[in-house]
């Protein structure tokens, strides 16, 4: 099994401070060397990440994380053998809070679904930013689903045509709708915080309640019952 540790890649690049946010242990699966080597040399420079593991393969993943879980794993879907797909379906089995965001070429909406239906609270392509790549990885360790905007707005679309059920979202007030409609539109937490005249802490609330009044446990989740009220309003 071919696994690549922070330790064996190293580069002269290191935090240059102390970081204002809790280290976040990340772990990569991706085929392609180079994009591996080149994302474990960044997050070594990063301050507040550690690269924990790289794995070129799937099953080299599956053998792996379940014996030294990380906080965060950015999951490709082309995968030799066995799909990305299929890798977080299985993580997902044997370890349902593990917090994995597929980190792709493609965007198309089959397999957007298909990597949430597994299990997967994000999806971001690798022409984002790494900054991007950075607060992504945050806002999932913090409880997020991260998604571009235009793959959020893909999710809400690809819903419009399915069967509503109004019972739960009924139960929302009208700000937690606001907060909720943010999300749906694919808006990070400080946006909808701004836009809507509150702090941060105070979105973070109203997401916790949502959660609990949609008895759901992730931001795709929810955005996926507000696509399915929308849709039952038409």
Sequence with gaps: ?????FAEIR???EPTGPSPYTMIKVSIVEDDT?????????FAGQSGFRCQMAYPTAEAA????????PDVVLMDINLPGMSGIDCVARLHAAMPSLKIVMLTVFEDSDQVFKSLSAGAFGYLVKSNRPAKILQAIRDVYEGG??????IARMVVKSFEKRQATQNE???????????LHGLSCGQPYKQIASELGISL??????????YEKL?????TEAVMKYARRQDDRR
């Design 1 to 5: 099994m071919e696994v690549s540790s």
């Design 11 to 13: 580069t002269s690049d």
């Design 34 to 42: 180079m994009l591996r080597e080149t994302l474990i040399r960044y």
């Design 62 to 69: 599956l053998e792996d994380i379940p014996k030294n879980p």
């Design 145 to 150: 689903s991260p998604m571009s905007g235009h």
């Design 169 to 179: 979202t009924d139960s929302l007030t009208p700000r937690e709708l606001e907060v």
């Design 201 to 210: 802490s105070t979105v973070r609330t109203y997401i916790q309640r949502i």
């Design 215 to 219: 008895h759901v446990h992730s931001q």
